[in-house]
């Protein structure tokens, strides 16, 4: 099993920015890629970024040239920074992790609200 913990999220003004964490416990030694995804209300769930354990990086297209996802040098920390934010980045931030045959595990969420 493992445990996600998210934090960092909450309301920003247009332009400015926040950080995202998401700490993994539990059997941390199965984690591979680590990433985030947000939905908006009304809207699907989309990638926001992932990242590999030997640190290749994905962005989805909205959010290029803004995000920056890294890992901890543990390797059980994600952290998402996120730079000239949008309305439209207002979105619940989930945290998903891959583990191996454990399977997927997914973060509670966390708020990210951006203000016009």
């Known amino acids: 099993q493992v445990q996600l913990v998210e934090s960092g999220g909450g309301l920003v003004q247009a332009g400015g920015s926040l950080r995202l964490s998401c700490a993994a416990s539990g059997s941390i030694f199965s984690i591979g890629a680590m990433g985030w995804y947000r939905q908006a209300p009304g809207k699907q769930r989309e990638l926001v970024a992932t990242?590999?354990?030997?640190?290749?990086?994905n962005y989805g297209d909205a959010v290029k040239g803004r995000f920056t996802i890294s890992r901890g040098n543990a390797k059980n920390t994600v952290y998402l920074q996120m730079d000239t934010l949008k309305p439209e980045d207002t979105a619940v931030y989930y945290c998903?992790?891959?583990?191996?045959?454990?399977?997927?595990?997914w973060g509670q969420g966390t708020q990210v609200t951006v203000s016009s």
């Open positions: 998903k992790v891959v583990a191996g045959i454990l399977g997927d595990y």
């Open positions: 990242i590999t354990g030997s640190g290749r990086t």
